[in-house]
């Protein structure tokens, strides 16, 4: 059930990462609002399984947001069915278990060991796969649907990147990510300055910690118990539980109204619980 209902009527959203949990669920409700969802995923398979959930309105396109060839293809199905894009999603994201670091704190002795990772054995080709499927992916993707945005412009035209709240102080483990998330947050404030004599408004949602298909095992033990990851996330979050993917639905469509949301712009919204406000004292 939506918190509020917006009129998207004719409107048309592109979402990347469409088949994942969270961007799954901003689909399910702007379609509920009338939009024509486009779900953009590298695995077809997974954005078609949510696109036969919303119905007629919705279509699954295979893309790669870090190939703009795959990303012009992507466009030209999207346009051919729906019509350009009005409103740009950037979800696409996520991890490497090649870029996480075994302890929070370096030791000395754990440079050599050959068991577990250190930050010392992060290699480069690891660390841009990850800052390129969340960085250089939304940058790629915002280069091929924007720009229909602006030659449609005067308009009602936005663009929302997923940051992280890694993007405000980095976690411990995720060097890589933490880096990542960052350059979105900076990145959606530059195009909000770059993007606003064109009519588009560019904004981020940051959500705290919410439970994935990519974060399940980092949180939960086999028996479902949490791990100790997953109590230190609690215990610093005063609401004291991990957030619900519909709790981050109100953000979208208040940052998708321009009724509601007109005047903002470069702004990155924390969904968090709490989490950010929180000195852990």
């Given at each position: 059930?939506?918190?509020?209902?917006?009129?998207?009527?004719?409107k048309?959203?592109?979402?990347t990462?469409g088949?994942g949990?969270?961007?799954?669920e901003?689909?399910?409700?702007?379609?509920e609002c009338?939009?024509?969802?486009?779900?953009?995923?590298?695995?077809?398979?997974?954005?078609q399984?949510?696109?036969d959930?919303?119905?007629?309105?919705?279509?699954?396109?295979?893309?790669?947001?870090?190939?703009?060839?795959?990303?012009?293809?992507?466009?030209?199905?999207?346009?051919?069915k729906?019509?350009?894009?009005?409103i740009?999603?950037?979800?696409?994201?996520?991890?490497s278990p090649?870029?996480?670091?075994?302890?929070?704190?370096?030791?000395?002795?754990?440079?050599?060991?050959?068991?577990?990772?250190?930050?010392?054995?992060?290699?480069?080709e690891?660390?841009?796969?990850v800052?390129?499927?969340?960085?250089?992916?939304?940058?790629?993707?915002?280069?091929?649907?924007?720009?229909?945005?602006?030659?449609?412009?005067?308009?009602?035209?936005?663009?929302?990147?997923i940051?992280s709240?890694?993007?405000?102080?980095?976690?411990?483990?995720?060097?890589?990510y933490?880096?990542?998330?960052?350059?979105?947050?900076?990145?959606t404030?530059?195009?909000?300055?770059?993007f606003s004599?064109v009519?588009?408004?560019v904004?981020?949602?940051?959500?705290?910690?919410?439970?994935?298909?990519?974060?399940?095992?980092?949180?939960?033990?086999?028996?479902g118990?949490?791990?100790?990851?997953a109590?230190?996330?609690?215990?610093?979050?005063?609401?004291?539980?991990?957030?619900?993917?519909?709790?981050l639905?109100?953000?979208?469509?208040?940052?998708?109204s321009?009724?509601?949301?007109?005047?903002?712009?470069?702004?990155?919204?924390?969904?968090?619980?709490?989490?950010?406000?929180?000195?852990?004292?």
């Open positions: 059930m939506l918190p509020f209902k917006i009129d998207l009527t004719g048309t959203v592109v979402i990462g088949g949990v969270l961007c799954s901003f689909a399910y409700s702007l379609a009338g939009a024509n969802i486009a779900l953009l995923d590298i695995k077809q398979e997974n954005a399984g949510v696109a959930k919303i119905g007629d309105c919705a279509i699954a396109v295979q893309a790669d947001v870090l190939s703009r060839e795959s990303l012009e293809a992507a466009r030209a199905i999207v346009a051919d729906f019509g350009t894009c009005d740009l999603i950037n979800g696409a994201g996520g991890n090649k870029c996480t670091i075994t302890e929070e704190y370096l030791a000395a002795e754990d440079i050599d060991k050959q068991e577990g990772m250190t930050f010392f054995d992060v290699l480069p690891n660390l841009r796969f800052f390129d499927i969340n960085f250089t992916g939304a940058f790629l993707t915002t280069q091929v649907f924007a720009k229909d945005m602006a030659l449609k412009s005067p308009g009602d035209f936005c663009v929302i990147n940051s709240m890694n993007a405000f102080t980095p976690l411990t483990k995720i060097p890589a933490s880096a990542a998330k960052s350059a979105v947050s900076n990145f404030q530059w195009l909000a300055v770059y004599r009519g588009i408004r904004n981020a949602i940051a959500p705290g910690f919410f439970v994935s298909d990519q974060n399940r095992a980092l949180l939960f033990n086999p028996d118990t949490p791990t100790k990851r109590n230190k996330i609690l215990a610093a979050t005063p609401m004291g539980r991990f957030g619900e993917p519909n709790e639905i109100g953000a979208l469509l208040w940052l998708c321009s009724a509601g949301s007109g005047f903002v712009n470069g702004v990155v919204v924390p969904v968090d619980g709490g989490f950010s406000a929180y000195s852990g004292v």
